[in-house]
């Protein structure tokens, strides 16, 4: 692969890590609404030692293929997060191609002088990222649960979900749904309903 020099161990020190519940206990710090992990192929590992139980979201960096840097391959970080209520919504794909007919590189940096490839605009599909949601309509939530989750599906691009969720929990929501609708359709709600 292109990039398979990114991967050479220069060095390993050794750190002291603890879990995210135990540093959400030790700061005080309430079950998050939404985690974002990019730790290098240790994501699958912080998921199963963390409790996602009021979590309503997660983005998580992974690899397709375990001989990356050995950890564990999607298929498993999903099923984990399958099996816990969450559903994919959405993925971006980073692809590798082989030195022996390299595509161009549309993130290449400069590191030490030398050309890092992160991805190749064709090759193999090798590594991405994973947005998670739990199905909103399916959760009993407050009011401000409502907004919340509304507000991230919108900053995910998710629009559609958002006023789905908002038009179905409108008394719970408090907010002026056509408004929040107007804003969520980048115009007039109705006007683009009416040209579907």
């Known amino acids: 692969l292109l990039n398979s020099d990114n991967a050479a161990l220069v060095s390993t020190e050794e750190v002291e890590t603890v879990t995210l519940d135990q540093a959400r206990e030790a700061h005080g710090i ?36 375990k001989a990356i840097n050995g950890c564990a391959p999607f298929s498993e ?9 969450f559903m994919l919504y959405d993925m971006w794909i980073g692809k590798q191609s082989r030195k022996a007919l390299p595509y161009p590189g549309p993130r290449v940096s400069s590191s030490d002088g ?11 599909v090798m590594d991405g990222d ?21 507000c991230l599906l919108e900053l995910w691009g998710l629009n559609d979900c958002a006023a789905e ?25 109705k006007s683009y309903m009416e040209r579907y």
Do not use: W
């Not at 290098?40 to 998580?60: P, Q």
């Not at 970080?77 to 209520?85: A, E, I, S, V, W």
């Not at 030398?114 to 193999?124: H, I, L």
């Not at 959760?139 to 509304?150: C, F, I």
């Open 77 to 85: 970080m999903d099923q984990h997060l399958t099996q816990r209520g």
């Open 165 to 189: 969720l908002l038009i179905d929990r409108e008394k719970d929501a408090d907010v002026d749904l056509i408004h929040c609708l107007d804003m969520l359709a980048g115009g007039s709600f």
């Open 30 to 65: 309430p079950l998050p609404d939404f985690v974002k992990l990019d730790v290098e192929g240790a994501e699958l590992e912080i998921l199963r030692s963390s409790n996602l139980g009021g979590t309503f979201g997660v983005f998580s960096e992974f690899r397709f293929h």
């Open 130 to 150: 994973a947005l998670y949601f739990r199905d909103p309509m399916l959760l009993k939530l407050s009011g401000s649960q409502v907004r919340r989750a509304a």
């Open 114 to 124: 030398k050309r890092f490839f992160a991805s190749t605009s064709g090759g193999q």
